[in-house]
């Protein structure tokens, strides 16, 4: 699939990497649908998609509404009559030990980061059925692929994502739907405003954060290729296979790495 002319939905695309995949899309001429809380940044990265001769809408969604996400569905086949691609990735992150993570929290990360992209993927997958065409891209992280101290919660929420895409790709197979799921690692965001990036693993520091803009390369092209699986930067990649084939000895190294770097 070529993104010219199509019609992409983005979740989370106030800010950071679904600013910048808004942007890409437009770039690549598709007609985008712009979904998050605050309407004034919303509004202004439309603006922007729109002076890059892009068509942008921006809807005012809170994903963790199911009503909302079906709404955000109807406006953009109202507008346009079909949605071809729909980027799951409204999200936020608070790194807490399990130990005295605040319930409240948890649950939110999860409504979130989880069932907003099931919410979405509800009410756009019949469209896309019926149109025997679609693709969808849910932007999960690193930390849905592999465990570490204080990203239980948020951890969980994208573990939950990435088996969800695993699943929803089976099940749509031969459909004329592709799932797609994109994991990136640390990224140059307002992100980590929320969640205090010193709690990340000190290991985490080797790997520079990436640019949103090349995390948005990658998720518009496994939006055009229909590619299963994408992990951004290298490194990350790499990581992420050596963990897969020896789990213990990864999280040995990632614990003695972290504890060294932590120190400093
Ligand atoms: N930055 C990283 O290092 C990193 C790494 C791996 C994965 N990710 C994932 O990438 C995605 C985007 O994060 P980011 O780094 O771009 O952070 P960001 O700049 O904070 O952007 C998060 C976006 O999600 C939206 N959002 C949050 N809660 C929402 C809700 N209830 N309803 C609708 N929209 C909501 C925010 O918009 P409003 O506040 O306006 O609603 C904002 O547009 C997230 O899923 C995150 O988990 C980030």
Redesign the pocket.
């Known amino acids: 699939m070529n993104l010219r002319g199509r019609i992409v939905v983005i ?9 910048a995949v808004s942007l890409e899309c437009a770039r690549r001429g598709a007609a985008v649908v712009l ?4 309407e004034d ?2 509004e202004a990265v439309a603006a922007e998609c729109r002076s890059r001769g892009g068509k942008a809408d921006s809807i005012v ?4 509404r199911r009503g ?1 996400c079906e709404r955000l569905v109807a406006r953009a086949l109202e507008i346009h009559g079909r949605i071809d691609v729909l980027i799951n ?5 608070i790194f807490d030990p399990i130990e005295t993570a605040r319930p409240e929290d948890l649950q939110l990360m999860m ?3 989880y069932f ?1 992209a099931v919410h979405c993927t509800q009410a756009a997958l019949p469209h896309m059925l019926a149109a025997r065409e679609g693709r969808i891209v849910n ?5 849905g692929l592999m465990g570490y101290e204080r990203m239980g919660g ?1 951890g969980a929420t ?1 573990f939950a994502l990435v088996g969800f895409s695993e699943s929803l790709s089976d099940e749509v197979a031969g459909r004329g739907i592709r799932v797609s799921c994109v ?12 969640a205090e990036r010193d709690k990340m693993p000190g290991a985490s520091r080797l790997i520079l ?1 990436v640019k ?1 803009e090349r ?1 948005a390369r990658v998720i518009c092209d496994a939006a055009e290729s229909g590619t299963y699986r994408r992990i951004v930067p290298f490194p990350a990649h790499l990581f992420i296979r050596f963990k897969e084939v020896a789990p213990r000895l990864a999280h040995m190294l990632m614990r003695r790495v972290s504890g060294i770097l932590e120190k400093r």
């Open positions: 979740t989370g695309a106030s800010s950071g990497i679904g600013r979904a998050a809380r605050r940044r919303l969604t809170d994903v963790t909302d990735n409204a999200g936020f992150a409504e979130t980061n907003g932007v999960a992280s690193i930390a948020y994208k994991c990136p690692g640390t990224t140059n965001t307002e992100f980590f405003v929320k954060a949103p995390v």
